[in-house]
């Protein structure tokens, strides 16, 4: 054998071009292969069903479309099979009619392991949890709950006793989580009624968990949540806040130390209400997902409460990134109902791509981010009526370059159609950022396509395109976007000359 091929590295790099269902050959090559080719076949598991295609076919049948499990395991074949688990980090249970055949005999060996779980399991990871809560899936997932894993994503579909019991020993199963995600299906208060006492107290347990990701836990559970000292990233499905408790809210004093809040929410009141309830906000990022607006009028009153509470609860020093997404519906707004965010000095990245239709001139756009000289991405929706609002020109977006020089990207729909007083020559008048990467101008109008790219590559040096893929380009008009093609084109051809000048 070449000396090379005893450099674990080098078999290491011959294995990650060695497609998985050839693994297993070239593992029984030579035994200098073996170790290396076990470990990359067996690390990442998409379904347990391996670990019952490793074990000899005579010790299942099939009774009813199902496999049965006709004798025990002796010492070797437990031998076997611990050989290959030992080298699982990630498993991934879907439900599925295949995983309902294996999941029985699965179960069933889970139960007659003669160890300790932790044992049959020792470098498992991460576990992604979709399949139902039968005895027999149950029986498996307790075997998988060990304490080294560190990643937890459940879909809780089941309400048995069994599954909520295993559910409920997460806490002390698996001390050194890390990330953990809880999902509900179907979400019914019925349903959240039922299995919250048995999920929420253990979140207290997991006191190394840093991000976790859950339905509302009413009033208790966020108390339970608040003792989370490691916890960065918290990101709660509001829509989910249990009618028992009547939408009433107590004071807490709040979240510390967090690197993101994320509140999904059916209505602004609802996270209003949720923001009103925290005396503190100390978050680096911050982020809204609302699937329902109200009416124009009151989504507007509320959505200016709701930024009015944000800057009296959050640390402003500390916020960076504020993302405000719509799913559904619009909300009217006006300017000034983002002014309370001008408190925070410390903003880079504000977005609002989806969700509210803007009305704003140059002069507001200028006074809202006069504030921000860190700002490198900013996104105000990408798409607005136009025979109803106001927008920014080119003349404010070349102020707007002065006001905010390190954008990275950019997107806000503008009158690309206003270019009196703009010398073509020198658009910005010196000023330009040659950092921005990508730009979205939306249904921007714009009826001279050459003079708005000179004024682009002007201002945006090492600008390639505009970028004509965004959410609402169907909602575009033909026209428009034939229209900013053509302003990609000359933009293409400027960058080449400007490639011809440089090599002269």
Request: proline share 5%; charged share 20%; glycine share 6%.
């Amino acid at each position: 054998m070449h000396a090379a091929l005893g450099n674990l590295e080098v078999i290491h790099t011959i294995c990650s071009y060695i497609q998985l269902g050839s693994l297993p050959a070239f593992a029984s090559t030579c035994r200098a292969f073996e170790r290396l080719a076990l470990d990359i076949l067996w690390r990442d598991l998409q379904s347990p069903e391996p670990l019952i295609k490793c074990l000899p076919s005579d010790l299942f049948s099939t009774d009813r479309g199902r496999m049965v499990l006709q004798k025990p395991l002796d010492g070797m074949m437990w031998d076997t099979l611990c050989k290959y688990t030992s080298r699982v980090h990630s498993i991934t249970a879907t439900q599925s009619r295949r995983f309902e055949a294996i999941v029985e005999p699965l179960g069933s060996l889970m139960l007659s392991f003669p160890s300790t779980p932790a044992s049959l399991f020792p470098n498992l990871r991460k576990l992604s949890w979709s399949a139902n809560g039968t005895r027999s899936a149950t029986e498996f997932l307790r075997m998988a709950l060990v304490p080294s894993l560190l990643v937890l994503d459940v879909q809780i579909s089941s309400t048995s006793s069994v599954f909520l019991s295993v559910l409920s020993s997460v806490g002390a199963l698996c001390p050194h989580l890390q990330d953990m995600t809880l999902r509900i299906r179907p979400a019914t208060d019925e349903f959240f009624r039922k299995i919250s006492p048995f999920v929420t107290p253990p979140i207290s347990q997991l006191h190394h968990l840093h991000s976790l990701s859950v339905w509302d836990p009413g009033n208790q559970g966020i108390e339970h949540i608040m003792q989370l000292r490691a916890l960065r990233s918290l990101c709660l499905d509001l829509r989910t806040f249990s009618t028992s408790e009547g939408k009433s809210r107590l004071e807490f004093p709040g979240f510390h130390d967090l690197k993101i809040l994320g509140l999904s929410t059916d209505t602004f009141e609802c996270a209003l209400n949720f923001l009103s309830s925290l005396r503190v906000i100390e978050s680096k990022e911050i982020k809204i997902d609302y699937s329902v607006a109200h009416s124009s009028s009151s989504g507007s009153t509320t959505l200016s409460q709701f930024f009015t509470i944000l800057r009296e609860r959050c640390d402003t020093d500390r916020l960076e990134h504020f993302t405000l997404l719509g799913n559904s519906g619009k909300i009217r707004a006006e300017p000034g109902v983002f002014m309370p965010l001008r408190a925070c000095r410390n903003l880079t990245q504000l977005s609002v791509e989806r969700g509210c239709d803007i009305s704003i001139s140059d002069g507001e756009l200028c006074q809202l981010v006069r504030d921000w000289p860190k700002l490198d991405v900013l996104k105000i929706s990408c798409y607005n009526p136009v025979g109803n609002t106001t927008m920014p020109t080119l003349h404010g977006l070349i102020e707007l370059l002065r006001l905010c020089p390190v954008l990275t990207s950019l997107a806000l729909v503008i009158d690309a159609t206003k270019l009196d007083g703009i010398d073509l020559k020198t658009p910005g008048g010196g000023t330009c950022n040659k950092y921005l990467r990508h730009l979205v101008f939306g249904n921007s109008p714009v009826e001279t396509p050459l003079k708005v790219a000179l004024i682009l590559s002007g201002i945006f040096p090492n600008l390639e395109q505009v970028n004509l893929d965004c959410a609402d380009a169907m909602q575009t008009k033909w026209t428009n976007i034939k229209q900013w093609a053509l302003v990609n084109s000359f933009l293409d051809g400027f960058g080449i000359v400007r490639q011809r000048c440089t090599k002269v």
